[in-house]
């Protein structure tokens, strides 16, 4: 399945990070090109999605304020009174 185009700067430069000089394999994007990455770039690619529970097939969730709420609180950190939602 192709990877979406949200990702595709988040793939490269994860290949140009971890693949320095390795071949890799061709993973297909939603727009038609393609990205050369190697075995443990993939691994780290693959691995970060799961992480933060994003779906590599469909667009890259974006920050709301409900999101910067929840990760404010998460880490313990107080809410300025004045933000705005």
């Known amino acids: 399945m192709p990877v979406h185009t949200d990702y595709k700067s ?7 990070t971890y693949c ?7 993973v297909k994007i939603t727009d038609g090109s393609t990205v050369s990455v190697c ?12 992480k933060n529970g994003w779906n590599e097939s469909k667009p890259r969730p974006k920050a709301t304020s409900e ?13 300025p009174e004045d933000y705005k939602k």
């Open 67 to 79: 999101t910067v709420e929840w990760y404010l609180e998460k880490k313990g950190l107080k809410i």
């Open 39 to 50: 075995a443990k770039g993939l691994t780290v690619f693959y691995a970060t999605l799961r």
């Open 20 to 26: 320095k000089g390795e071949g890799g394999k061709s």
């Open 10 to 16: 988040m793939l490269r430069s994860i290949a140009k």
